[in-house]
């Protein structure tokens, strides 16, 4: 995550000192991004405030043409999605994204749920992202 977010958006994620559920309310925009390739399955969800969504276009957009906050998510999330894949073994070759959908807030639990999601204060903001898949992506990995 800080890889492509200090690149791309100029934010610097920290791990919170103490392990943190996701926050979830109802204004938090959740971002899916599906890949599969190879015979595997899996997606990157990220959860964060409107705030981040504004923050990140803020960051990314020129004056001339100014970036929704939900697509400045989208993107990100895309990006992430993909520099991810590319650091799997095997590297990312043969796999496709599907284009990054903003879901519905009841797919939340769902796709926030687990030990294995990584919570991150960015610039004052909470962004929670899990990577899910039907096999290991990586190695040293426990659970899909």
């Given at each position: ?46 959860a ?8 990140i ?26 520099l ?6 095997g ?54």
């Open positions: 995550l800080g890889e492509v977010w200090e690149t791309m958006a100029f934010i610097t994620p920290q791990l919170p000192e103490e392990k943190v559920s996701h926050p979830w309310s109802p204004d938090l925009r959740l971002v899916r991004v599906v890949c599969n390739g190879h015979g595997i399955n899996g997606q990157l969800a990220i964060a405030s409107p705030e981040f969504g504004e923050m276009a803020a960051n990314c957009s020129s004056e001339e043409e100014p970036t929704e906050p939900d697509d400045a998510l989208k993107e990100l999330a895309n990006v992430t999605c993909g991810l894949l590319r650091k799997r073994i590297g990312g070759v043969g796999f496709e994204l599907a284009p990054p959908v903003i879901g519905q807030p009841e797919e939340m639990d769902k796709l926030l749920a687990g030990d294995d999601v990584v919570a991150v204060d960015a610039e004052g903001c909470r962004v929670c992202a899990h990577v899910t898949s039907d096999v290991c992506l990586f190695s040293g990995e426990g659970n899909h």
